[in-house]
């Protein structure tokens, strides 16, 4: 016998964790004023690219003598920029717990030969950051996008360590405070907790950087697209709109487009006002229901953005096919799209609960969450 659908569906049922959700009430014609059909290097895309590089600062409230740069291939291709330029000065620190952290090591152990110590967590833990040499040059995860779990502060980060910090923010900058004097270089993209395009990456370097950058060349040859110094020094025109190749002045106008929408409705503690509520919603939901839970172990590591649950009912016997199915359903129903767990996390959901969602449709999502559960439970439990 069908189970009884829930009154009402998320107005957006767009949940994805990347790309995510666009901002509240979002329509194209919000991009009617983009640099369509001109040059990138005229001035009016120059100023849209400094602006976007500027809004940036001014949101996350990064420091003045920090410099950001829109470079190619989303918060990949800025990680692979920053390890391809500054590792190999000095021993390097991998710190894994998901999929993404682990695909780090893989290019800086097999692809580069860096010596490295390479430190691991399991899903939904993370790694004790108190054990790290942070005289080693350390790579490392803010958020796990794929696991749910994120490091609570930068505390254990010292202030005098001789190394850099490299760190891979994609899914934490705009929903988490991001601790700017512990972090020597931070990368993110558009697409994840602003909700923007895809294909552009941001690029924020501390003065330590900028000084390895200029005193340090590594022994491989630099592709064009890495490059970030010329003759020994920094080349300033990236940092200041000058991107090495062309950037989609449509995808540019979305970013400002959410810059504007974050000032609007109080900035960054809003975004992460925003984040945590959207996230509670999910975490209380586990706590009143004892067939599904918050992946992260630990509470003080859940994420805010892209939160990961796991199904423990014991009736389950195939927990990956039961995650699809309950997917499927939501994606059915036009309840939820694109929550299935990322493809080598365990099996699940993954739920994005960044700024640009609204929390009355994650209300609303779990009432389907608990529909779909029961649904799946009573087919497999037939069909057996």
Sequence with gaps: MAIKHPATRPANPRFSSGPCAKIPHFTVDMLADAALGRSHRAKIGKDKLAAAIEGTREILGIP?????GIVPASDTGAVEMAMWSL??????????WESFGAGWVTDVVKQLKIEAEVKTAEYGEIVDFTTIDFDTDVVFTWNGTTSGVRLPNGDAIPADRAGLTICDATSAAFAMNLPWDKLDVTTFSWQKVMGGEAAHGMLILSPRAVERLESYTPAWPMPKIFRLTKGGKLIEGIFKGETINTPSMLAVEDYLVALDWARKIGGLPALMKRADTNAKVLWDFCDRNDWIANLATDPATRSNTSVCLKFTDDRI???????????????????AHDIGAYRDAPAGLRIWCGATVESSDVEKLTTWLTWAFEEVLAEQTEAA
């Design 317 to 335: 016997k195939d927990g990956a096919a039961f995650a699809k199915a309950v997917a499927k359903k939501l994606d059915d129903q036009n309840a």
């Design 87 to 96: 590792l190999g000065a000095r021993p390097a620190t991998m710190v894994a």
């Design 64 to 68: 003045a003598d920090y410099k950001i």
